[in-house]
T-cell receptor
Framework: DGGITQSPKYLFRKEGQNVTLSCEQN?????MYWYRQDPGQGLRLIYY???????QKGDIAEGYSVSREKKESFPLTVTSAQKNPTAFYLC????????????FGAGSRLTVL | GESVGLHLPTLSVQEGDNSIINCAYS??????FIWYKQESGKGPQFIID?????DKRQGQRVTVLLNKTVKHLSLQIAATQPGDSAVYFC?????????FGAGTTVTVRA
């Protein structure tokens, strides 16, 4: 089955700790994205990458970091600098050509205690 | 801020009726629009898309209408079923970046 795998699905952390969310895709997509979703709100773009070893800040990048060492993987680190990290995090990927439809993972719910 | 938004945050529909979900956008440069469906605790799933040079596109039980004059997008679901209960997002694309609205929660009444 081709798709995007996010892990863990649920994560609890103490305030001040960095956490890393995993995102792996086997769709051979060039681009990968991280979105944050808060209750009753739309998806807000954190970071995106169109090619290996390159990535760009989205609308709410402060307090987050990413890496793109492999085409298949785009991990997101939520650092202690993120003021309100509790949220639902969604990873997505897409081809750069054509319609650029995003395929989403199932999400990771981070709760900071 | 967000350039895409939805007119109503919630919509309650009787099973079997048609649903109409509306979305307003403000970016005239957007060349592509997509509707996603998100069920509770899951990631959004693609429903249907439409290019900016089109006015209407039909899928299975769904139709998307685009009115560029008033920057309005709508999703029509025919014969709404219980499985259609979800949050629906419209998204617009500008330079390979998608911007999403806040979503409309659709509840289907039996």
């Amino acid at each position: 089955d081709g798709g995007i795998t996010q892990s863990p699905k649920y994560l609890f952390r103490k305030e001040g700790q960095n956490v890393t969310l995993s995102c792996e895709q086997n769709l051979n997509h060039d681009a990968m994205y991280w979105y944050r979703q808060d209750p009753g709100q739309g998806l807000r773009l954190i970071y995106y990458s169109q090619i290996v070893n390159d990535f760009q800040k989205g609308d709410i990048a402060e307090g987050y970091s990413v890496s793109r060492e492999k085409k298949e993987s785009f991990p997101l680190t939520v650092t202690s600098a993120q003021k309100n990290p509790t949220a639902f995090y969604l990873c997505a990927s897409s081809q750069l050509s054509g319609a650029n439809v995003l395929t989403f993972g199932a999400g990771s719910r981070l709760t900071v205690l | 801020g967000e350039s895409v938004g939805l007119h109503l945050p919630t919509l309650s529909v009787q099973e079997g009726d048609n649903s109409i979900i509306n979305c307003a956008y403000s970016n005239s440069a957007s060349d592509y629009f997509i509707w996603y469906k998100q069920e509770s605790g899951k990631g959004p799933q693609f429903i249907i898309d439409i290019r900016s040079n089109m006015d209407k596109r039909q899928g299975q039980r769904v139709t998307v209408l685009l009115n560029k004059t008033v920057k309005h997008l709508s999703l029509q679901i025919a014969a709404t079923q219980p499985g259609d209960s979800a949050v629906y997002f419209c998204a617009e694309r500008d330079d390979y970046k998608l911007s999403f609205g806040a979503g409309t929660t659709v509840t289907v009444r039996a």
